[in-house]
């Protein structure tokens, strides 16, 4: 069955510096999709950015990017130039290609100090 | 568009009791999903559609039943509620495509006593 893993339960950075979140994947397939989302206090899910795994350049959108490792199974989530509107709970998620199910990590909780 | 919204935001049952929660979108797509999310944990998938009058079981269906009379919702039914099922859920939607986006309602907040 295939995992996601989350090992760092909290992060904090100050605002206007770079964070950088983990995420490692278990997965024996070689067809597959990866995803952030973010999680602000009002729980509302939202997209982030995502990443198909036979593409080798990493995602980008704005302030946000991806470093893809596929070998590894790691896809980090880099956030640069941080907001106080970037705090919330983040999830990686992982779907097998064909499959409907999304497989997500147990989530980090962002903190932005101003 | 409202997007994916769901019906009610937050409920408090008693054990044993019964209730539906509703979910609707107005983006057409095809596929709709159910998750719940525990303290500590990512989301689960409960149940799923790929279409108007399917459903598929997910990673956590027991304790659950589901409907897609119609393309628009979708629902989710607890029969006999038990405090292991005091949670958030989620809804979801997408349309096929190469990512299969999922776009997510704002969650209900289920207590059962």
């Known amino acids: 069955a295939q995992t996601v893993t989350q090992s760092q339960p909290e992060m904090s950075v100050q605002e206007a510096e770079t964070v950088t979140l983990s995420c490692t994947y278990d997965t024996s397939e070689s067809d597959y999709y990866l995803f952030w989302y973010k999680q602000p206090p009002s729980r509302q899910m939202i997209l982030v950015i995502r990443q198909e795994a036979y593409k080798q350049q990493n995602a980008t959108e704005n302030r946000f990017s991806v470093n893809f490792q596929k070998a590894a199974k790691s896809f980090s989530l880099k956030i640069s130039d941080s907001q106080l509107g970037d705090a919330a709970m983040y999830f990686c998620a992982y779907r097998r290609g064909g499959a409907q199910k999304l497989v997500f990590g147990q989530g980090t909780r962002l903190t932005i100090n101003p | 568009n409202a997007g994916v919204t769901q019906t009610p935001k937050f409920r408090v049952l008693k054990t044993g009791q019964s209730m539906t929660l509703l979910c609707a979108q107005d983006m057409n797509h095809e596929y709709m999903y159910w998750y719940r999310q525990d303290p500590g944990m990512g989301l689960r998938l409960i149940h799923y559609?790929?279409?108007?009058?399917?459903?598929a079981k997910g990673e956590v269906p027991d304790g659950y039943n589901v409907s897609r009379l119609k393309k628009q919702n979708f629902l989710l039914g607890l029969e006999s509620a038990a405090p292991s099922q005091t949670s958030v859920y989620f809804c979801?939607?997408?349309?096929?495509?190469?990512?299969?986006?999922?776009?997510f309602g704002p969650g209900t907040r289920l207590t059962v006593l």
């Open positions: 979801a939607s997408g349309a096929s495509g190469t990512y299969n986006e999922q776009f």
């Open positions: 559609s790929v279409g108007e009058g399917t459903t």
